[in-house]
């Protein structure tokens, strides 16, 4: 049997609670057989850090997250765009959240800059969105009137069988964290038993969102979710697929590369 290739569609790798045991983390994914990661800047300071992770099964994406918006520093889209000119990195995690802080507005502004970035540079937008569903809808269905979507995924997806429709729609793929195999999800669920398996991804959204129905103990005492406890949801989503591993496997693999293919040069 051909050896099972993992990929965590979203995770924050510089997340200072993998001080001092990201190495150990990342030996542990690659034991388990998780071979590409999509690690998730969340504001102009961690940057340079997400960047210089960037290896064969490391793919960077650098953004503004919504929490963030509200303290960036003057002129970022133009160091981001900068960047962008000389790196194949992706952009995120940005998005729209309803329980943050920022204001709404600033959000709306600060997200949209990065999806104009990410059209006009061709790059994949990684984009979080809590509560703020018809907004989204809303700017994503206005850009394609304009320029067609750069590749799009919605991280941690948590919406309604309309939304998802909508972003499918729209060519969106809908990345889905272990939230699946939480206890009262089964409108989740069965929204993840809707989606056309052309438009899944799946993450840990490490180090957050451990959930210990599917993860295992973690061994470190600050128990932090990590990229090795995607191979149990991999196995949990096949089975409410009704697929096999290895096929659902090869499929989700095929879906990120579609996904990441436009920062390959061209
Ligand atoms: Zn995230």
Request: aromatic residues 8%.
């Given at each position: 049997m051909t050896e099972l290739r993992y990929l965590d569609s979203h995770l924050h790798?510089?997340?200072?609670?993998?001080?001092?045991i990201r190495e150990a983390i990342l030996l542990r994914a690659r034991e388990a057989g998780v071979v590409k990661m999509f690690c998730n800047a969340t504001r102009e300071e961690d940057w340079r850090q997400t960047l210089a992770l960037a290896s064969a099964s490391i793919v960077p994406f650098i953004g503004i997250h919504p929490w963030y918006c509200s303290t960036v520093e003057r002129d970022w889209e133009r160091r981001l765009a900068e960047i962008l000119q000389t790196t194949t990195c992706g952009i995120g995690e940005t998005g729209l959240d309803?329980?943050?802080?920022?204001d709404m507005v600033r959000q709306i502004e600060t997200f949209t800059a990065q999806l104009q970035l990410a059209v006009a540079f061709r790059r994949p937008l990684t984009v979080h969105c809590l509560g703020c569903w018809g907004k989204l809808l809303e700017i994503l269905e206005l850009q394609t009137k304009t320029a067609p979507l750069p590749p799009i995924m919605i991280h941690s997806f948590g919406g309604s069988q309309e939304i998802m429709r909508r972003l499918v729609r729209l060519g969106c793929l809908l990345s889905f964290s272990a939230r699946l195999a939480a206890p009262g999800q089964e409108a989740l669920r069965q929204v993840f038993q809707e989606?056309?398996?052309?438009h899944i991804l799946l993450e840990t959204d490490a180090p957050d969102q451990l959930q210990t129905g599917i993860n295992p103990?973690?061994?470190?005492?600050?128990a932090t979710n990590e990229p090795a406890y995607i191979v149990a949801l991999y196995g949990f989503a096949a089975n409410l697929h009704h697929m096999e591993l290895q096929d659902f496997c090869s499929q989700i693999w095929q879906n990120g590369t579609v996904f990441t293919d436009s920062t390959l040069p061209r």
């Amino acid at each position: 049997m051909t050896e099972l290739r993992y990929l965590d569609s979203h995770l924050h790798l510089t997340d200072p609670r993998f001080n001092g045991i990201r190495e150990a983390i990342l030996l542990r994914a690659r034991e388990a057989g998780v071979v590409k990661m999509f690690c998730n800047a969340t504001r102009e300071e961690d940057w340079r850090q997400t960047l210089a992770l960037a290896s064969a099964s490391i793919v960077p994406f650098i953004g503004i997250h919504p929490w963030y918006c509200s303290t960036v520093e003057r002129d970022w889209e133009r160091r981001l765009a900068e960047i962008l000119q000389t790196t194949t990195c992706g952009i995120g995690e940005t998005g729209l959240d309803k329980k943050c802080a920022g204001d709404m507005v600033r959000q709306i502004e600060t997200f949209t800059a990065q999806l104009q970035l990410a059209v006009a540079f061709r790059r994949p937008l990684t984009v979080h969105c809590l509560g703020c569903w018809g907004k989204l809808l809303e700017i994503l269905e206005l850009q394609t009137k304009t320029a067609p979507l750069p590749p799009i995924m919605i991280h941690s997806f948590g919406g309604s069988q309309e939304i998802m429709r909508r972003l499918v729609r729209l060519g969106c793929l809908l990345s889905f964290s272990a939230r699946l195999a939480a206890p009262g999800q089964e409108a989740l669920r069965q929204v993840f038993q809707e989606t056309p398996m052309p438009h899944i991804l799946l993450e840990t959204d490490a180090p957050d969102q451990l959930q210990t129905g599917i993860n295992p103990g973690t061994p470190e005492p600050s128990a932090t979710n990590e990229p090795a406890y995607i191979v149990a949801l991999y196995g949990f989503a096949a089975n409410l697929h009704h697929m096999e591993l290895q096929d659902f496997c090869s499929q989700i693999w095929q879906n990120g590369t579609v996904f990441t293919d436009s920062t390959l040069p061209r």
